[in-house]
């Protein structure tokens, strides 16, 4: 009785060989709400994506490959913090997979995402390679990298709906006028003042400090400042009450 393989049977070996390399890289989309420079003083802060090396027209999100002795987000966290010096992360979640064959030439490369952010009085003193981008005016981006700060956007939005996640997008303290401008930035379209508060009050999202800020340019009386009661992620309403998101 013969042993030696079939023509199908060499074919489909010859092919697994084909493909049987595969790079894993993690990629993070990292989010903070800035004041942008370039716009007129009383402009709105922008949600902007820390993108690295720029060269003439292709940036890419920060990450690399996945090693050994490490989990996936263990594999994200110290990327950014050796490639960017990025460490001061309020919160971390898995995104998605995004493993198209073709979406990188040559190597088939699947890549866990994560979605990042960073409060937005927090400072990181980034390398020359790296800046941050406002998402509603990316430049030309690597592969399919535009897609997945597609995908942390709209992931971002939708959980502030029905999840404290602001927090990790807030400073510690703040008026409400600068909360309902951080979810304006994030969401995309106006949000009120006064309505905000209520909803995050009701949920017990936000608590009063007691303190009061500084005077704005027009004068009046100093802004109540307010805090989140907590600084980790909590299902606050299964039903969004927020406008839907984009």
Known sequence: MSTSPSAADSNASASDGAHSEVRVEVLTAVFQIRELEAREPDAAPALCVLLDGGDADRWHLPGGNVVPDETLEASGRRLLAEKLDV??????????????????????????????????????????????????????LAFDHGDIVAKARHRLAAKLSYTNIAFALAPARFPMSQLSEIYCAALGYPVDTTNLLRILSRRAVVVATGTVGKTGRSGGRPPALYAFAESSLRVTDEFATLRPPM
Do not use: C, K, M
């Open 87 to 140: 460490d001061n992360l309020a919160h971390l979640e898995q995104l998605s997979v995004f493993s198209a064959p073709d979406r990188v030439p040559d190597v088939r490369t699947i890549a866990s995402t994560y979605l990042g952010l960073i409060r937005s009085d927090a400072a990181n003193a980034l390398p020359d390679t790296a800046a941050w981008h406002p998402v509603d005016a990316l430049p030309q």
